[in-house]
């Protein structure tokens, strides 16, 4: 018997629970616990089959790991936000209870993002004999295995790597974000810094920009260089990588209203004070925006994320691409949300299987990559999200 709980009930967390639901061989049993109970009650109803739900503040560690102690659940899936991280592998160790995220942590009050904070817990996890799996959503996550998945199977050498992240969908509002606002603000706005020649190189944020042309007839979008977390464990686990570098797409009506938010200092995270009481200037901006996890009726279009590698095989150069293409809808019509929570969702689904079926149960704290590739890579063709390979794909990126 295994047993999930399931912590965070936002656009992300409704995926998890859905995808696990379909499952009831390897997620017998689910918990889904979230900080606002109504939010877990309403996905809950969705669901077709019984799951339970629970009020949590992952923020109190004694209280989640009394929770976690009483639950005895196997798995932990963290789909709360970033700010949580380690508060929930604390009382995952406390309450002995393997863990999974889909976000690297970053302190509230610093838009920062890295993996130290995380790495540091690699012993307590290793001598607790649990797993802690880092970053399982698509990017990081499905990226970092697409990663690995074409350096062990197309290549002897990898030699530079741009992760390509197109979201050709349209959900009619001047601006919304696809994920939590106050995080993906934070990522978009943050320096841009990618690998090159054994560092990472700093450069204005959104200030490298090309265009790309999708596979399948996706279109052709602007993609804009920036930084993301995943380059940071890659490029430590493939020492062989020159350059390593991660892409966005955005519309000229998301960066005309960022860029005028940002002018008017709407984007800050330090606290202001208002009327007498002390407010974050994002998150006001949060609550004034369209909550990601209504987008769902109303986003139309594809997302497009992949990989292209360049390297040697055999003595010869090449290139390789491997993505995945979602279409919002068809996520909308199986699990009611968009393609980005559901590109998420399904795997950091996947990666909890296989950390129930043991294929990915390690003690220590580890990252996508430095798991076996292949079972995730044939449960992405099977759960929702099928991936394509295509060998020299003529490409000219920056
Ligand atoms: P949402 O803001 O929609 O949902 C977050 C949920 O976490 C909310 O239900 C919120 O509760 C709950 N929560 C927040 N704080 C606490 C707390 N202290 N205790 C318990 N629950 C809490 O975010 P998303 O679903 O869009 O994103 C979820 C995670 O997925 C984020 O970490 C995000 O960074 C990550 N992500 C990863 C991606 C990837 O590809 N790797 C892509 C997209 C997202 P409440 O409802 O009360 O606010």
Known sequence: ????????????????????????????????????????????????????????????????????????????????????????????????????????????????????????????????????????????????????????????????????????????????TNFNPEINIREVTAECRHWEDGRFVATPAMSTRQSFACPEGVGTYNIYRMYHEELESLAQNFPSLKKAQFWMSFGDSYLKHLEVLQNVGMTGIEPVAFEGREIVPIQFLKALLPDPATLGPRTRGKTCIGCVVTGVKDGKEKTAYVYNIKDHQDCYQEVKSQAISYTTGVPAMIGAKLILEGKWRRPGVWNMEQMDPDPFMEDMNKHGLPWTVIEDPGFNLL
Not at 65 to 73: Q, T
Not at 74 to 86: E, K, R, S, T
Not at 139 to 147: I, L
């Open 1 to 176: 018997m295994s047993k999930v709980v399931i912590i965070g009930a936002g656009g992300v967390g409704g995926v998890v629970t859905h995808k696990c639901a379909q499952l009831p061989d390897v997620f017998q049993e689910i918990v889904l616990a979230s900080r606002t109970e109504s939010k877990c009650r309403a996905i809950a109803e969705q669901v077709p089959r019984a799951i339970r739900t629970a009020p949590i503040d992952a923020d109190n560690v004694p209280e989640l790991s009394a929770f976690l102690a009483s639950e005895k659940p196997d798995l932990v899936i963290n789909v709360a936000l970033p700010y949580q991280d380690l508060h929930i592998m604390d009382a995952c160790l406390n309450a002995g209870v393997h863990y999974l995220d889909t976000a690297n942590y970053e302190p509230p009050d610093t838009a920062r993002f890295e993996y130290s904070w995380q790495w540091a817990y690699r012993e307590k996890f290793e001598k607790a004999g649990l797993t802690a799996l880092l970053g399982s959503g698509f990017d990081p996550g499905a990226t970092n295995v697409f990663t690995a998945y074409l350096a062990r199977h197309y290549f002897d050498e990898i030699h530079t790597l741009d992760i390509i992240d197109v979201n050709g969908g349209e959900h009619g509002y001047p601006f919304a």
